[in-house]
């Protein structure tokens, strides 16, 4: 089995969703028997599982998704390491002085950023240098444009186990990106990991 090919497959399913065998294929530019070998190759590890989904009239169609054991193929940012930190500061400097700690590095992300994102002008550009910075630290992040405006996406959260353990981790998150972008837009969180959605979503609007 080409494992390039499932690496790329499992890409897709993190950054798209649920999909078809198919839909898969019209991606890689192969046929759709080729995929659905890899996708047997990779259920058999454990790493995708397929459910039937209603998909029009007819046969229920075949979707394929990620299973949780999957997430080993995807950043993770030494998040046992940072969860385990986050509550050794808390448990240190009570909550008060774990918000503190958090404020001082969303105010030093705000600097390190702004100086990348200097030549970035547009809201398109800014977005596309964001999505550019959150992708080399993990966050599998792109931006796409729709009727209201754009929607800045993260497909992973490589601290999502510290998250869980220190909420205003995902608070700061948000100040950061309203704080990067700029007073000429609105920045909304739509989807949130740690609610139970399979990515963090930001729709990001003019003002």
Partial sequence: MDKGTRRKI???????GPGTASEMAAL????AMAVRQHLYALTEEGLVEAV???????????????????DAFFPQGYAE???????????????????????????????????????????????RALAELRTEEGYMAEVREDEQGFVFIENHCPICIAARTCTGLCASELSLFRAVLGNDVQVERTEHILQGARRCAYKVTAV
């Fill in 81 to 127: 390491l940072t969860a385990g930190l986050m509550g050794g500061l808390q448990r240190a400097f009570g909550d008060k002085g774990l918000e503190q700690i958090i404020a001082a590095r969303t105010d030093e992300q705000i600097i390190s950023y702004g100086e990348r994102m200097e030549d970035a002008h547009s809201v398109k550009d800014r977005l």
């Fill in 52 to 70: 039937e989904k209603a998909d029009g009239v007819g046969r229920p169609s075949k979707f394929w998704q990620l299973t949780a054991a999957a």
């Fill in 10 to 16: 499992l890409d897709i399913l993190k950054r798209e």
């Fill in 28 to 31: 890689l530019g192969v046929s």
